[in-house]
């Protein structure tokens, strides 16, 4: 059982090393995802989330920067800016509820702007046109 802080650098370092098994790894079989498109229920469901992120992020010249974390207890936040391929993260956010060493809840809103507008895919948007 790991504290928040250690979650969260765990859930980070997967990300970062497009480790889907070490992100999912990090959540409860219940957990709920909430994104601007609703909520998603249960692993399986935050796992396609997952897999459309780091399909996007795998592609060349991604940057993802963290700007700033905070823990209280069983609570995390990242403010966070990034750049791929396909869009701008002018600013994204994740609010984390872990409890026992996983996380329970988590919420995730984003300023993205689409590179192209035609036919560009946004992560749990799925795609946007003009």
Excluded: C
């Amino acid at each position: 059982m790991g504290s928040t802080k250690d979650v969260l650098k765990r859930h980070l370092e997967s990300f970062g090393a497009q480790d889907l098994d070490g992100i999912l790894a990090d959540y409860v079989p219940g957990a709920v995802l909430f994104t601007p498109e609703g909520p998603l229920r249960g692993v399986d469901a935050i796992k396609a989330f997952f897999q459309a992120l780091l399909a996007e992020f795998g592609k060349p010249g991604a940057i993802f920067s963290l700007k700033h974390q905070s823990v209280e207890g069983d609570y995390g936040y990242i403010l966070w800016t990034a750049e791929t391929a396909d869009n701008v993260y002018e600013l994204g956010t994740d609010t984390f509820v872990v409890r026992d060493g996983r996380i329970v809840v988590q919420s995730f809103a984003g300023n993205i702007t689409p590179k192209r507008w035609k036919h560009a895919f946004v992560p749990g948007l799925g795609p946007t046109s003009d």
